[in-house]
């Protein structure tokens, strides 16, 4: 089992989605390649830079380095099916772990065109590549002055 966490920060510029609704109500789905999917609450009110924070937690079976997480973009509608603004994705090799990955990834539609940027940051609890540690040596006063006496 491979545990997770992710937060859905905020997104900006998304796309003004009908000349009649004017901003999304913008949600986020997220999905791993197994098929488990998590949602954030829809922000209200309507505008192009919504802000969730909302945290997800998540544990997959499939290997994490051929594992990837599927971040979609919705405009809620009040009638019939929601909107699709577009989508990012986020491989688990990219990963370290336990160090949050903060990343700005565009939002792209269909058309491989950029409708804004969500903002995402993860976590890897129990996978990953081990974060490297660098020996810190002491650090020595600088020339002319003395460490004080004790």
């Given at each position: 089992?491979?545990?997770?966490?992710?937060?859905?920060c905020e997104a900006r510029n998304l796309p003004s989605v009908a000349a009649l609704s004017g901003k999304p109500v913008a949600y986020v789905v997220a999905t791993t390649s197994e098929g488990c999917?998590?949602?954030?609450?829809?922000?209200e009110p309507?505008?192009?830079?919504?802000?969730?924070?909302?945290?997800?937690?998540?544990r997959t079976t499939k290997a994490p380095d051929t594992d990837a997480v599927d971040f979609v973009v919705y405009h809620k509608r009040l009638l019939g099916s929601d909107l699709r603004i577009g989508h990012a994705a986020v491989p688990l090799?990219?990963?370290e772990r336990g160090v949050v990955r903060d990343e700005w990834m565009p939002i792209i539609d269909g058309d491989a065109c950029a409708q804004g940027h969500l903002r995402i940051r993860i976590i890897a609890h129990d996978f990953g590549r081990v974060a490297p540690v660098y020996p810190v040596a002491p650090l020595a006063p600088p020339q002319g002055y003395a460490l004080p006496r004790q």
């Amino acid at each position: 089992m491979s545990n997770f966490d992710v937060r859905v920060c905020e997104a900006r510029n998304l796309p003004s989605v009908a000349a009649l609704s004017g901003k999304p109500v913008a949600y986020v789905v997220a999905t791993t390649s197994e098929g488990c999917s998590q949602r954030t609450e829809s922000f209200e009110p309507a505008t192009t830079s919504p802000q969730w924070e909302h945290v997800m937690k998540f544990r997959t079976t499939k290997a994490p380095d051929t594992d990837a997480v599927d971040f979609v973009v919705y405009h809620k509608r009040l009638l019939g099916s929601d909107l699709r603004i577009g989508h990012a994705a986020v491989p688990l090799a990219l990963l370290e772990r336990g160090v949050v990955r903060d990343e700005w990834m565009p939002i792209i539609d269909g058309d491989a065109c950029a409708q804004g940027h969500l903002r995402i940051r993860i976590i890897a609890h129990d996978f990953g590549r081990v974060a490297p540690v660098y020996p810190v040596a002491p650090l020595a006063p600088p020339q002319g002055y003395a460490l004080p006496r004790q």
